[in-house]
């Protein structure tokens, strides 16, 4: 059973940085994708940010390009994403995802699958 504990999260102010963390448990697939989604309260669940866990493939969000970075460390199976300028509208739950089905790139414009594994969450909030 996939498990992912996540970190980091907290407040911010804007303009600030911040960095989340996943760690990644239990799945020998070697053919994954990893990322974040996050949802506001009132607001669709947004696809973030997500990469391979075997190549360089990445998923960004026109919302957040230019500001955040995702990187995978395959030694210790775990993902970071790094939030740099964060801005009010940053402020949501923001919830790591496993997917062995399918892709970043798909993952991250369709969604994960159903058999998708999801981290506990966390909480960003970025006061103006």
């Known amino acids: 059973e996939v498990h992912l504990v996540e970190s980091g999260g907290g407040l911010v102010q804007a303009g600030g940085s911040m960095r989340l963390s996943c760690a990644a448990s239990?799945?020998?697939?070697?053919?994954?994708?990893i990322g974040w989604f996050r949802q506001a309260p009132g607001k669709e669940r947004e696809g973030v940010s997500c990469?391979?866990?075997?190549?360089?493939?990445?998923y960004y969000a026109d919302s957040v390009k230019g500001r955040f970075t995702i990187s995978y460390d395959n030694a210790k199976n775990t993902a970071h994403l790094h939030m740099n300028s964060l801005k009010p509208e940053d402020t949501a739950a923001y919830y790591c995802?496993?997917?062995?089905?399918?892709?970043?790139?798909?993952?991250?414009?369709?969604?994960?699958?159903?058999?998708?594994?999801w981290g506990q969450g966390t909480q960003v909030t970025v006061s103006s």
């Open positions: 990469i391979s866990g075997s190549d360089s493939t990445t």
């Open positions: 239990g799945f020998t697939s070697s053919n994954y994708a």
């Open positions: 995802v496993l997917d062995t089905v399918i892709g970043p790139r798909a993952m991250g414009v369709f969604g994960p699958t159903l058999g998708a594994s």
